[in-house]
């Protein structure tokens, strides 16, 4: 399916400012993201990357500057822009598939519900339709939150640290799930974390910001074939470029990945 | 200036409420001065700042308080140092719990107004069925929050006490009595809350020997509504002052409670 | 199980059987005046007696109606004050002062002037009650809906819920637990209020029949009006919270909120 869905970042800046003291959260930031692009920001706590996402959502505004989506500007949330947030926020008095067709305008018609379960196995929780949110794990209820952030074909899904509530073991196997997910809906993906292991392993670019104000520092491509090889040795380099960029590469060549 | 600025901010905060109650107030002296309602319904505002003056002055306010007063006191002091034992008993001790709390959440079902008429008959209706009644009422909820509060300290500091080997004593010292003290001061916020709603209820249910509330339905049954709505706001503000400060007790209590979240 | 419930059981027996026995034991001892304490079986035989002769049905008819009605009332309103202060901010800053002063004042502080206004009728008891229950309902309904996470909200905003959607679908089931507590809460000063409503100013109900049997020293009617209305208030306590379980089932298997 070839749909389109640039994102364009032009000259971004985005300030807080409360009691006459302004705080630059955002300084001059530019991306343009292609269609079908899976696109990982990394950067530490508190360099804005959370504010970013929220800003190319829709849930937060009063910015200067433009993003576009195939040239239009946005104009608070819509449903061409869909996301993930940490805390999976299924509301926990609907099943998972009343929660996965929240995104639906009529979630009861035949259609619709064709379209919810499909999503619901595409993301493996098949059987788990008219369960409620509290009898499934961390990472299935993650798992449900995508199926919901999908099942409207949004044009781009942004992800904000998807993976940052589950154990180490879990989040492996939900690297897998997701790049399984992007590769099946080829949709564009933009997905904020701190794992840098986590951003290569999925990311076609990586994207460097760097805190107060935040910016982006460099982008790094990843021009490596999939499935990729956390223990490969470009998979490795690559890794060492991006640690360098926060002084946290170690001199020898070569170190011990899981 | 910093003082400037924090009044500006309460004033733009909260002048919509300044608008109701000026509103209400107009109101309140239009009705009263184009005679919407007749005098008796709805007396003045000035009627009721000079009655309010008069019985201030005369000592009468101060005595019928005073009464209501010293009841409480000797009321709540009995019903919520029973209470705090007893809820502490329950608390400490699983065999008081299962011995104790089926009778106490049986007895706490009953209204606490429907045991009026039994204590009249018990008491008579002298300073001893108030005192009785107050004290009832402040019982019930200094139990259920003092062992509430006991039962609540988190079981991690059990935990890590009996890992230091601390004494029964040293652990309620220590661990116990703090973890429950915002618990307690709740109960306590409550006890007192209730036992001055209750001295004005068993004040007008016993019309004996001034207080409040005496007060309150003497004016009603003469139709002085102006006096009526002076021991309205009295007993109002009596119950916020109760509730502001032992809110602000319990709130600097409450400080390091929530900073360990 | 069995074994530790039947223990439970009997612990809990015991001070009720001591204090029965003493009980029957001081009146049969003529420790106490039978005025000031009858037998206890001479408070079977009044409860046998009242229910024969109606005089319990009928008071305990009058008691509850007036308990129905000042309810709906209250919760109602109460329900639709806290709603449009938690939902509307404008609404809120205009009329929570007011109300919270108005709070302060306690119940009885209404007596007078509804009484002025209403007489001693079944209206002013029933608005009586209405306003007793319309304070913790508001105060709860708003707490609810204020308390609603705005992660949620931002789910409906992210999907482009409309407003009704929004109420519909996140606002009123988030806030449901609270708005059920102050339901409860509410029918409990509801049961209380009409209790102290009928000792005040009343020709039937239940508090007027113990009024009565107060002036004559009838102790065994006394207590068991003081029996019958504990049990009535448990019953509709738990009659609530039945209602809870079947609302709120998605709740109490997440833990308390």
Known sequence: MNKVGTLEVNNLNKRFGSLGQDVKVLDDVNLTVKPGEFISIVGQSGCGKTTFLRLVVGLESDYEGDILLDGKKLNGPDLKRGVVFQDHRLLPWLTIEKNVGMGLKNSSDREARKSVLEHIELVGLKGYEKHYPHQLSGGMSQRAAIARALVNRPKILMLDEPLGALDALTRMYMHQELERIWKKEGITMIMVTHDVDEAIFLSDRVVIMSSRPGTIRKIIPVPLARPRDRAGTDFLRIKEEVLKEFHLHTETPFSYAI | MVIAEKIKGFIAGNYRGFITFLSLFILWSGVTHYQLLSPESLPAPQVVTATFKEVFSSGLLGKSLGMSLSRIARGFLIGCSLGFLVGAAMGVSRSAERLLAPLI????????????????????????????????????????????????????????????????????RSIVVPGALPAIVSGIRLSLGASWMLVVWSEINTRSDFGIGDMLWSARESSKMDLVIVCIV???????????????????????KRSCR | MKLEQLKNLTFALIIPLVLLI????????????????????????????????????????????????????????????????????EVELYLSPL??????????????????????????????????????????TLEGIKGVPASYLEVARVFRFGWARTLRTVIIPCALPSIVTGLRL??????????????????????????????????????VGVIVIAVTGYLMDRLLGLLELRLLGWRRANGAH
């Open chain 3, 22 to 89: 003493a009980w029957d034991v001081a009146t049969r001892l003529e420790l106490v005046s039978a005025q000031l304490l009858p037998p206890p079986r001479m408070l079977f035989e009044s409860w046998l007696e009242m229910q024969r002769n109606g005089e319990l049905r009928d008071n305990m008819e009058v008691s509850l109606l007036r308990v129905v009605l000042g309810f709906l009332l209250g919760a109602g309103v109460g329900f639709l004050l806290g709603a449009a202060m938690g939902v509307w901010r």
């Open chain 3, 99 to 140: 109300f919270n002063c108005v709070r302060q004042v306690p119940i009885v502080g209404w007596l007078p002037f509804l009484i002025l206004w209403l007489g001693i009728d079944e209206l002013f008891k029933v608005v009586f009650i209405a306003v007793g229950t319309l304070i913790p309902v508001s105060v709860k």
């Open chain 2, 234 to 256: 009295v007993i109002g503000a009596v119950a916020f002052s109760i509730n502001e400060l032992l809110g602000q007790i319990e709130s600097r209590l409450q400080g390091w």
């Open chain 2, 105 to 172: 959440n049986a007895v706490r079902q009953v209204p606490i107004i429907g045991w009026i008429p039994l204590i009249i008959v018990w008491c008579g209706i002298a300073d001893m069925s108030k005192i009785t009644f107050i004290a009832i009422g402040a019982f019930f909820p200094m139990v259920v929050n003092t062992f509430d509060g006991i039962r609540s300290v988190p079981h991690g500091y059990l935990e890590v006490a009996r890992v230091f080997e601390y004494g029964r004593l040293r652990l309620l």
């Open chain 3, 186 to 223: 509410g029918l409990s000063e509801a049961w209380m209020l009409v209790v102290g409503a009928e000792l005040v100013a009343a020709s039937a109900g239940i508090g007027n029949v113990m009024t009565i049997a107060r002036r004559l020293f009838q102790t065994d009617v006394v207590l």
